[in-house]
């Protein structure tokens, strides 16, 4: 007779950050050929907490709850006068989840909960700068939201016998909260607002199988049926079949095909729709759940010596697609729909992980991001530019490439970031194009290369594991356009900035 009192594990994190640099910069001195560091500082407070209970070798129960707090002055041009905008976010969660391992199947039933708020206070002096077209009058803004989401999670997998798999499972939440959006013009008086409750659900139920007849050939299918309730926009459903077929000739190589139709809903507290307006009451566009056709093919190829390498292409057909928009003259962002999207795309990637303390990484990304209007939802955005344009997160050209050095406690990593550049700002004109190998230098910053370090050091101090380490980001100090003015403001890239950290871990 034997019995199992079950093993506990703990592990509590925790940390304080001040940092003068808390977003992009977005001011350029060109007389000091410097990125200058306005009004942009800040400090985060966070914290986290796992704890896990293993009362048998089927069973483990795990519990994790995180918290933090972000509070930082708003960097923006002080050419626009505003100088003294504050937000502070607050955000955390709790997920509880039991999974349980059968002789044939496994089943996992977990539930969470997340809160958060977020204020935002434009300064006394604030000039006025955000207009809701067509109306030209300037407002100021302001933000008072927060918000609770509770749900749950089931899954149930059945493995009857080598190469078959059935899965099925939902995933239900339910969005509570309040919203208190405010505007005012340079007298002080009252503009578009709303107060109101936030009131949405989502629940999704999925089912899905693998089959694989031999070793060198494995079928995934599955469907799953969405229905997104938010403010404004009511009941949105889809139904989303998905395929994946897979082709393994060899340990060495694996060839894939996949189609999968998306359903992506907006989040129930990031809606900011106005229901009434200065423009004889008109109402906002609701923004609704973006919706995808979205195709893939790919290879990869093992090599001796712990070398992968990986090629493939896709691509993506929106209608509609959902892209962010800052509220100018604020650091809130909304989201808004663009009637239809196009996304295009290779990628090529190569991991080199050889046996020793040193391995590699580098992704080269070809992609064509573009759009074409009526853009809806949000804050009535300002009428999109005729025709099709590439999407503000657009970049032809993308490269990264990484090297680690990790042995008895000790690390070290350097990443170089190449960007082609995004957009800035410009209309599209007669030499703009849709293909893939379209540059579109017209509409484009200049390119940008970015070399980024790290190190850090592990070691035990009886029974805790103290972790210093230090980051140096764009260590050659480059000045460089992050992108121009579109659906949120212009964007300088961040200057050589170094950030030391401790961690502490039982």
Request: no cysteine.
């Amino acid at each position: 007779m034997s019995t199992n009192a079950g093993k506990w594990g703990l592990f509590f994190s925790g940390a304080t950050q001040t940092t003068d640099m808390r977003r992009e910069p977005v001011v350029f001195d060109t007389a000091r050929n410097a990125v200058e560091n306005f009004h942009n500082h800040g400090s985060d407070l966070f914290g986290f907490a796992k704890v896990q209970y293993v009362p048998s070798d089927r069973n483990v129960v795990n519990l994790d709850l995180n918290r933090s707090r972000t509070r930082f002055a708003v960097p923006f041009d002080s050419a626009e006068g505003i100088i003294d905008d504050h937000q502070q976010d607050v955000n955390g969660f709790a997920n509880l989840g039991w999974r349980h391992r059968g002789s044939l199947s496994e089943l996992f039933a977990g539930a969470f909960f997340r809160d958060g708020s977020l204020s935002y206070a434009p300064g006394v002096t604030d000039q006025p700068s955000f207009v809701f077209f067509p109306d030209t009058t300037p407002y100021n803004v302001s933000e008072d939201r927060n918000f609770h989401t509770i749900g749950m999670k089931l899954d149930y997998t059945l493995r009857p016998h080598h190469g078959l798999e059935f899965k099925a499972g939902t995933l239900a939440s339910l969005t509570r909260g309040h919203e208190d959006f405010a505007t005012s013009d340079s007298a002080g008086n009252a503009g578009p607002a709303s107060n109101s409750d936030l009131n949405g659900s989502d629940v999704g139920v999925y089912a899905q199988t693998a089959i694989a007849p031999s070793d060198r050939w494995e079928l995934r299918t599955g469907v799953r049926f969405d229905n997104h309730n938010a403010p404004f926009a009511g009941n949105q459903n889809q139904l989303s079949p998905r395929v994946k077929l897979s082709f393994l000739p060899d340990p060495a190589n694996t060839f894939w095909v996949y189609y999968a139709r998306l359903f992506l809903p907006t989040n129930v507290e990031d809606l900011r729709a106005i229901t009434s307006v200065a423009q004889g009451g008109v109402a906002a566009a609701p923004t609704l759940p973006e919706r995808d056709h979205f195709f893939e093919a790919g290879y990869v190829h093992r090599f001796p010596l712990g070398v992968v390498t990986k090629l493939s292409a896709y691509h993506k057909r929106s209608s509609p697609g959902i892209d962010d928009n800052t509220v100018p003259g604020s650091a809130i962002v909304t989201s808004v729909n663009i009637a239809q999207v196009r996304i295009t795309g290779l990628e090529a990637v190569v991991e080199v992980r050889p046996s020793g303390p040193v391995s590699g990484y580098m992704n080269l990304a070809l992609n064509h991001a573009y759009g074409r209007g009526p853009i809806t939802g949000g804050f009535f955005p300002a009428e999109a530019p005729p025709g099709y344009f590439d999407l503000d997160h657009d970049q032809r050209l993308s490269g990264l490439g990484s090297v680690v050095y990790s042995r008895r406690g000790l690390y070290l990593s350097a990443t170089g970031v190449y960007g082609s550049g995004l957009t800035n700002g410009n209309d599209p004109d007669s030499t703009y194009g849709t293909g893939l190998f379209d540059f579109n230098k017209s509409i484009k910053v200049d390119p940008s290369f970015i070399l980024n370090a790290s190190a850090g050091y592990a070691l035990a101090v009886g029974s805790v594991v103290v972790r210093p380490q230090v980051y140096v980001e764009n260590v050659l100090d480059h000045k460089y356009l992050l992108k121009g003015a579109f659906f949120s403001g212009a964007s300088v890239g961040r200057p050589r900035s170094v950030q030391l950290r401790v961690n502490i871990g039982a």
